[in-house]
């Protein structure tokens, strides 16, 4: 048998917001403040700004998906203010390389797919390809932290990783005892 560590039932429809004001607005402070990006990378919010159209783009082709296109819209307004400030405030050499990136991947990506899948596609196909393409950048996106685990595991070697994951692990049970 199978026992989660919380009642599903009790807390019904209470969702939180993993990207908090306290986390998002300091990070920008910082940028405004020192008229800097300093060595923040804008290809999350670029990733993003795509994975957003490409799911706008679906909920306006599949039928009944208005929830969609509305949330990954509004994406879309959220990650092109990120990605402008970004390019206000980065050096002259990220800038030229991050206005290209957002060309090539935002505009370029989103481009072919809308082009693709209208042209080459028959209308009943259009959802299921775009719905393929925005779940396969998910993975992406959700499977990019490892890159930092990666690199951390090259820096500092497997006992050091060992070590932060056994201590993770630790606060983990700690706070899942805790609640019990």
């Not at 993993?18 to 670029?46: A, C, N, V």
């Not at 679906?58 to 208005?66: D, L, S």
């Not at 505009?107 to 028959?122: E, K, R």
């Not at 993770?168 to 005892?177: E, G, H, M, N, P």
Request: aromatic share 14%; charged share 15%.
């Amino acid at each position: 048998m199978f026992y989660l560590w919380f009642d599903p039932t009790r807390n019904f429809h209470a969702y939180s917001i993993i990207w908090k004001r306290q986390h998002i607005i300091p990070m920008f402070w910082k940028i405004k403040k020192h008229g800097s990006t300093e060595d923040f990378s804008s290809l999350p919010y670029i990733c993003t700004l795509l994975n957003c159209s490409l799911w706008t783009y679906y909920g306006i082709i599949k039928a009944r998906e208005y929830l969609v296109a509305t949330v990954d819209g509004f994406g879309i307004v959220v990650e092109t203010i990120y990605v402008i400030l970004f390019l206000i405030y980065a050096p002259k050499g990220i800038r030229g390389r991050t206005l290209i990136l957002a060309v090539i991947l935002d505009v370029a990506i989103s481009a072919v797919a809308v082009v693709t899948t209208q042209l080459a596609l028959q209308r009943e196909a259009h959802g299921g390809v775009v719905g393929v393409m925005g779940a396969g950048l998910n993975i992406v996106m959700y499977f990019s932290p490892l890159s930092a685990m990666l690199d951390i595991l090259v820096l500092h070697g497997f006992f050091h990783v060992r070590g932060w994951l056994m201590e993770s692990i630790k606060i983990f049970v700690a706070l899942r005892l805790g609640r019990q």
